[in-house]
């Protein structure tokens, strides 16, 4: 299975390209500033938002040059309900970091084989809570191995079950504190905090973390349907929801890979998720991650709820962000 998954990853071509919400650096830029690209398409949780949002603060505090690739529509704007297609791709063959946040693509194979590549290679990886089911196939067009086997192999697990929603966004339904005995530069500046992300079960009963994946924040669900239900046996009220872990592709090289089941566009508004998720990008850079971060919006940051259907800000285009 894993050899199918590397010579996916290697049918992808290196090509030239010409632009997808390319956001150029700023004042602050290194010598030789990281090019981050963004992959953004989930039709749940508002990374349509989030991660410009969160683009623009590595922008500024790392200094990146980001791209952010959106799923957009036959005329150019932002269609998160789009699960076919997500644009400009190609700028992963020469990214330096990749921040991946869909849910259930079905991205055609000379789009896929762009993400499949950058996984193999031996480049750091962060992954956002609906990228443990990033992709969604069917059996009969082979790539059903992305459904499960790949997230599970690069991130740490596959999509399992949550503790349930329970009046989205009016709430918290996950208090967040640091795992006990962990130590971690990534936890820098991190205070537990409480999320408005419902608890994702990714270890524990029949179910573990895969690979060398290493806890390092806790969830505890304030509220639980399996807890309703009698099932905590299977899915405890606790759970890990961000980890730090490595995965060796074709290439031979352990990636650095950061994750969090975290998400939910309201998170984003307290510091702290803002600071753990910088944290994991210097991280995975292998960069040093500095005592202290600018964690100030830099220009409002006022998302949708999560929700499906038309919940999403329409009428707005990748180059909006370009301002």
């Not at 993400?115 to 031996?122: H, K, L, R, W």
């Not at 352990?254 to 210097?282: C, E, Q």
């Amino acid at each position: 299975m894993k050899k199918a998954f590397c010579m996916l990853g290697l049918l992808a071509a290196v090509t030239t390209w010409s632009g997808c919400g390319d956001k150029q650096p700023g004042p602050e830029t290194l010598a030789v500033p990281p090019h981050l690209v963004f992959v953004i398409g989930d039709e749940e949780y508002r990374s349509e938002e989030s991660m410009p949002m969160l683009a623009d603060l590595a922008r500024r505090e790392l200094g990146a040059r980001v791209t952010l690739c959106f799923a957009v529509d036959s005329s150019g704007y932002i269609d998160p309900n789009r699960l076919d297609h997500i644009q400009g791709l190609q700028a992963l063959d020469s990214a330096d970091l990749m921040v991946l946040f869909t849910r259930f693509r079905a991205l055609p194979e000379n789009e896929l084989r762009h993400i499949t590549a950058y996984a193999e290679s031996g480049r750091p990886m962060v992954g956002f809570r609906t990228a443990t089911h990033a992709f969604l196939y069917p059996d009969s067009s082979g790539l059903a191995p992305m459904n499960n086997t790949w997230p599970a192999q690069v991130f740490g697990q596959q999509w399992i079950t949550h503790h349930g929603h329970f009046e989205d966004g009016n709430a918290p339904l996950t208090e967040v504190y640091p795992t006990p005995n962990a130590a971690h530069p990534v936890l820098k500046g991190v205070a537990p905090f409480r999320a408005y992300s419902w608890l994702y079960h990714v270890n524990g009963g029949e179910w573990r973390l895969q690979g060398d994946a290493s806890p390092l924040l806790t969830g505890r669900a304030l509220r639980s349907a399996h807890k309703e239900a009698g099932r905590t046996d299977q899915y405890p009220l606790t759970n890990p929801v961000a980890w730090t872990k490595t995965y060796t592709g074709a290439s031979g090289k352990p990636s650095r890979v950061f994750f969090t089941t975290l998400g939910h566009p309201y998170d984003w508004k307290d510091p702290n998720m803002r600071r753990l998720a910088l944290n994991g990008i210097f991280w995975a850079l292998g960069r040093e991650i500095p005592d202290s971060l600018n964690l100030d919006f830099t220009r409002a940051y006022a998302p949708n709820n999560s929700g499906f259907g038309m919940q999403y800000k329409t009428g707005v285009r990748p180059e909006d962000f370009d301002l």
